[in-house]
């Protein structure tokens, strides 16, 4: 089966850091696109950042909000991503959503066909 | 970067009638080296995660009912439901990928009225 399943959230300090795992199965995970969006509670989805594999170039852009704090990465040998979030605020309170981008075989872009349920992170004192 | 702003922010629509959402950019989203515009609309029903309803402004997704439809280029974009079922009370929202840095839109809610 093809999907995504988040994992490692929970409740942690401002200041702390936490590691979310994403797991993938059913496809090729080192030839797509693979993104963290979040979604704050009864608010909108925001993007967080993603990584761009080849042939593009392997590239990682993150959002404004979260650059210099978050970082992600991905094991492709055990088909997995990483969002390390590091000096964690109240305001990174969130669901946040591991989200395969689409490819067709010959370029990967970064709209998202296949999301996991999400996990929860609760910055709090 | 690139603001997304969907309208309305919620609409109330009656059992077969249409239902039609706006998403304007902030700048265009049109490529010029392949005429695409880089414009996703996603579908979000309480408890869920977002589901892919068209990309590329007006591709639909692989399995989306044909009463979605999207339409526009550019800025301007509007994704319509054409005779609104009782199962497509949700979220919306559009979703721009032109560039490195992503942005979706504030999102629309439809219910029925």
């Known amino acids: 089966e093809v999907q995504l399943v988040e994992s490692g959230g929970g409740l942690v300090q401002p200041g702390r850091s936490l590691r979310l795992s994403c797991t993938a199965s059913g496809f090729t995970f080192g030839d797509y696109v693979m993104s963290w969006v979040r979604q704050a509670p009864g608010k909108g989805l925001e993007w967080v950042g993603f990584?761009?594999?080849?042939?593009?170039?392997?590239?990682?852009a993150y959002a404004a909000s979260v650059a210099g704090r978050f970082t992600i990465s991905k094991d492709d040998s055990e088909n997995v991503a990483y969002l390390q979030m590091d000096s964690l605020k109240t305001e990174d309170t969130a669901l946040y959503y591991c989200?395969?981008?689409?490819?067709?075989?010959?370029?990967?872009?970064?709209?998202?066909?296949?999301w996991g349920q999400g996990t929860l992170v609760t910055v709090s004192s | 970067d690139i603001v997304m702003t969907q309208s309305p922010d919620s609409l109330a629509v009656s059992l077969g009638e249409r239902a039609t959402i706006n998403c304007k950019s902030s700048q265009s989203v049109l490529s010029s080296s392949n005429n695409k515009n880089y414009l996703a609309w996603y579908q979000q029903k309480p408890g869920q995660p977002p589901k892919l309803l068209i990309y590329w402004a007006s591709t639909r997704a692989s399995g989306v009912p044909d009463r979605f439809s999207g339409s526009g280029s550019g800025t301007d974009f509007t994704l319509t439901i054409s005779s609104l079922q009782a199962a497509d009370v949700a979220l919306y929202y559009c979703q721009q990928h032109y560039t490195h840095t992503l942005s979706f839109g504030g999102g629309t809610k439809v219910e029925i009225k």
């Open positions: 990584t761009r594999v080849k042939p593009d170039g392997e590239t990682t």
């Open positions: 989200c395969r981008g689409y490819c067709d075989g010959v370029s990967c872009y970064a709209y998202f066909d296949l």
